[in-house]
């Protein structure tokens, strides 16, 4: 039994994910359990699909376990994103492979970037870059090319070698033996609104999705609901209107100024994408704006997102799912069920009651809202084979 976890969104699933897991089994994996973000996303954006809809697509393409990374880490920073699924990926204490997909597809390749970022943060050239005004991605790619080659800097650049770094990082963090595996992507470039015959990004499917438009070529069909932001635009400019200067500076990742700006913002903003160009800045990407924005929405401060995680809770599961969870010797409360996760301590309450608030906001997100309270009587998806 060999264990092989990946670390994903499948937002939606798509042939690039379904390519990473047939790799990945031919690399040796038996068992592949993966930890998906839940009803809100990296980018800064609600997931199109719920959460349990989407695990069901990955069980039906491949993966046997579906376990959740709740939003106070998905709607963090790469480092934060990567750190949080790791610290779950270890608790669980049966995972032999960390298997994830990068430009690169060379982990010598990744570990000599990595090593890279290290000595130039620390230079004074990248800290006069940051008081520039410059963005943290942009001061980054400067100091690499003014002490490293041209090679170096490009893999930094591209956005799933960034993430792959990470990874590499939480796990010698740690001193975790799980061993790295990463596939080179293929096809249309992250987040491209292109679509070639065989390939289209997460991005340009989500756009066809939202449009009504056939997707059934780049990814499984979905039949569920799906969920736009814009559909909670006056509720998240409702919650944050009313929010002073030092309200927004305790929200994550809303250091150098960004609160600051965020409260200007909003007062003058009547709709996100205003909200948003009123707050960009060189110094500020956008999907850290829109991460930072949805964290003030659901109330995700610097403390709370850097909280370790006090159950692990599986969405769903095939047979060889349930080999997986006969193997582990979890450090962690496991469960299916939210409810039952939630009594098993003070932290397990307060995190287990945040992400079904979070689903409950979520549930805005459809064409026709759902009820609240969903997340403690949902059941995991289960396949039988």
């Known amino acids: 039994m060999k264990v ?51 695990a069901k697509i990955a069980l039906e393409n491949g993966v046997d376990l579906v376990i959740e990374l709740p939003e106070r880490v998905s709607l963090t920073s790469a480092e934060g994103f990567a750190r949080g699924a790791v610290d779950i990926i270890s608790a669980l204490g049966c995972v032999d492979m960390l298997s994830f997909g990068s430009e690169s597809g060379d982990i010598a390749a990744l570990r000599e970037a990595s090593g890279a970022i290290d000595y130039v943060v620390n230079t004074e050239f990248f800290s006069e870059s940051i008081k520039r005004g410059k963005s943290y991605p942009a001061a980054l790619q400067a100091a690499l090319r003014e002490f490293y080659t041209e090679d170096v800097s490009e893999t930094i650049a591209c956005p799933n070698n960034t993430l792959a770094i990470e990874y590499l990082n939480a796990l010698d963090n740690i001193g975790s033996s799980i061993e790295p595996f990463t596939v080179k992507r293929l096809g249309a470039r992250h987040d491209s609104d292109d679509a070639d015959p065989e390939t289209a990004s ?49 929200i994550y990742d809303c250091a150098n100024g960004l609160g600051n700006r965020l409260c200007k913002a909003v007062r003058g903003a009547a709709s996100l994408s205003e909200l948003y160009f009123l707050t960009k800045t060189k110094r ?102």
């Open 4 to 54: 092989a976890a990946i670390i994903s969104e499948y937002n939606p699933f798509h042939s690039g994910h379904r390519l990473l897991i047939d790799k990945t089994r031919a690399a040796g994996a038996s068992h592949i359990l993966a930890v998906m973000s839940g009803n809100f996303v990296q980018r800064g954006d609600v997931a199109v699909f719920d959460k349990f809809s989407r």
């Open 202 to 250: 997460a991005s340009a499917i989500r756009k066809m999705i939202l449009a009504g438009e056939d997707y059934s070529k780049y990814a499984p069909t979905v039949d569920a609901p799906t969920a736009e932001l814009s559909r909670l635009e006056r509720a998240i400019l409702a919650k944050l209107r009313p929010m002073s200067a030092d309200d927004f500076e305790k």
């Open 284 to 385: 500020y990407t956008l999907a850290h704006i829109r991460r930072a924005v949805l964290c003030g929405f659901l109330g995700i401060d610097k403390h709370f997102a850097l909280e370790r995680a006090a159950y692990i809770r599986v969405l769903g599961m095939n047979s060889r799912g349930k080999e997986i969870l006969a193997a582990a010797e979890c450090s962690l409360p496991i469960d299916t069920s939210l409810k039952a996760l939630a009594g098993k301590s003070r932290e397990a309450a307060r995190q287990a009651n945040f992400t079904a608030r979070c689903t409950d906001l979520y549930s805005l997100a459809f064409e026709r809202p759902r009820v609240c309270g969903a997340d403690f009587t949902s059941a995991p998806i289960i396949i039988e084979e």
